[in-house]
């Protein structure tokens, strides 16, 4: 696996190894040992699978409250998507600032998302499907986002008209947000 530092403070972009032949493919899709010695130490007690029927649906920008904080390991194993983090983290260097990248099944790229960031997708083929681990369990009590077009992130989305769900579309602003992390 290489690991890639992204320009935001603890994140990740993780290349595996993949093994290819005229059967298939094989890849190792998480080591504690390699993510330890990439200074990642992290124990996932949760997976998640989604899959999205249509292109362009977005989901996100997602994060947990303190307690209830994650980091996520996301991958996609069937099509692509556009995949997004934001540092909330008020004492980060990087906070504010976000990321793109370009998740597929092709590339096989996954991304290290640390707790105190807020992370969200589109997806760019019809029947996505996503999966990522969690270093804490799912608590609706600490479900919160930030809305996916925040007119201060500016964040760049390569569709203009998703479809979003009617939780994302009432998500508070980053200007709102009072930062727990």
């Known amino acids: 696996m290489e690991f890639e530092k992204t320009t935001l403070k603890d994140a990740y972009l993780i290349r595996p190894q993949v093994f290819t032949d005229e059967r298939g493919f094989f890849m190792e899709t998480y080591s504690e040992k390699k993510f330890k010695e990439a200074g990642i130490d992290t124990d996932f007690v949760q997976d998640n ?20 904080a994650q980091a996520k390991l996301v991958r996609v ?11 909330l983290r008020k004492n980060s260097p990087t906070y504010g600032k976000w990321e793109g990248f370009e998740l597929t099944s092709e590339n096989k790229y996954m991304l290290f998302v640390p707790r105190g960031f807020a992370h969200g997708y589109v997806t760019l083929k019809d029947y ?4 990522y681990k969690c270093d804490n369990f ?6 919160s986002g930030i809305m996916w077009n ?8 390569p569709i203009e008209n998703p479809i979003l769900s009617k939780k994302d579309q009432k998500q508070q602003s980053f200007k709102d947000f009072n930062s727990p992390f």
């Open 77 to 87: 194993v069937k099509g692509a998507v556009y995949d997004v983090i934001v540092d």
């Open 49 to 68: 699978h989604a899959m999205s029927v249509t292109k362009g649906v977005l989901r996100g920008l997602h994060f947990q409250n303190p307690p209830h």
């Open 138 to 143: 799912y608590a609706p009590e600490s479900d």
């Open 150 to 157: 925040d007119p201060d992130l500016k964040i760049y989305w």
């Open 128 to 131: 996505t499907e996503f999966q």
